[in-house]
């Protein structure tokens, strides 16, 4: 099937590591987002990119670090400078038309808790 | 991308049609408006979205006001899967290298009670 796959889908950080979220897609989408969610909350923008090799930080990005090196594949890090973790993160690839309209698709999700 | 308001929580009983409203007052002529939904621990899926006529699909019907300061969603026979967040989205019609994305505020609550 087509979509959106993130793993883990729970991860546990320890004090001063850096942790690593996958997000892979297989719907041949240029660009691709992170976001993150706490509780009650909506969804804030880490990062987002347009195209391979390149990407943008969001509302949010200090903490955190991407890369895109393949189409497939934005793996997100949460760095040891990110002092507040603990979140719901969500991957998303998007779609666009010729009429401007956009579509997200969005992953499960990765809850990382902090041990 | 002008901002929306929703009600925090809304309920309704199943089998009944829930109206979810959004106010966009700000909204120009080259935005659409885009309604996504989030079940507990999922990501957002996408409902529908529509420009300036209403608009109907499988699961769902959106009716714009005639000046588009506001719109509202229809689920016509709710049901307890459709427990959910929902977020009302205004963005503008995005070509090429259109820079911007997709705001999630913190949408409606629906609780659909049995």
């Known amino acids: 099937d087509g979509g959106i796959t993130q793993s883990p889908k729970y991860l546990f950080r320890k004090e001063g590591q850096n942790v690593t979220l996958s997000c892979e897609q297989n719907?041949?989408?240029?660009?691709m987002y992170w976001y993150r969610q706490d509780p009650g909350q909506g969804l804030r923008l880490i990062y987002y990119?347009?195209?391979?090799?390149?990407?943008q930080k969001g509302d949010i990005a200090e903490g955190y670090s991407v890369s895109r090196e393949k189409k497939e594949s934005f793996p997100l890090t949460v760095t040891s400078a990110q002092k507040n973790p603990t979140a719901f993160y969500l991957c998303?690839?998007?779609?666009?038309?010729?009429?401007?309209?956009?579509?997200?698709?969005f992953g499960s999700g990765t809850q990382l808790s902090v041990l | 991308d002008a901002k929306t308001t929703q009600p925090p929580s809304m309920d309704c009983a199943e089998g009944r049609a829930a109206n979810l409203p959004c106010n966009h007052s700000?909204?120009?002529?080259?935005?659409?408006v885009y309604w996504y939904r989030q079940i507990h621990s999922q990501g957002p899926q996408y409902i529908i979205h529509?420009?300036?006529n209403n608009e109907t699909n499988e699961m769902a019907s959106l009716i714009i006001t005639e000046d588009r300061k506001s719109s509202t969603l229809i689920l016509p026979h709710a049901t307890l899967r459709d427990t959910a967040v929902y977020y009302c989205?205004?963005?503008?019609?995005?070509?090429?290298?259109?820079?911007?994305?997709?705001?999630f505020g913190k949408g409606t609550k629906l609780s659909v009670k049995p």
């Open positions: 998303a690839s998007r779609s666009r038309t010729g009429t401007g309209f956009e579509k997200l698709f």
């Open positions: 719907l041949n989408h240029d660009a």
């Open positions: 990119s347009q195209i391979v090799n390149d990407f």
């Open positions: 700000t909204i120009s002529g080259n935005e659409y």
């Open positions: 529509g420009l300036k």
């Open positions: 989205i205004v963005r503008v019609a995005a070509y090429g290298g259109s820079q911007g994305n997709l705001i």
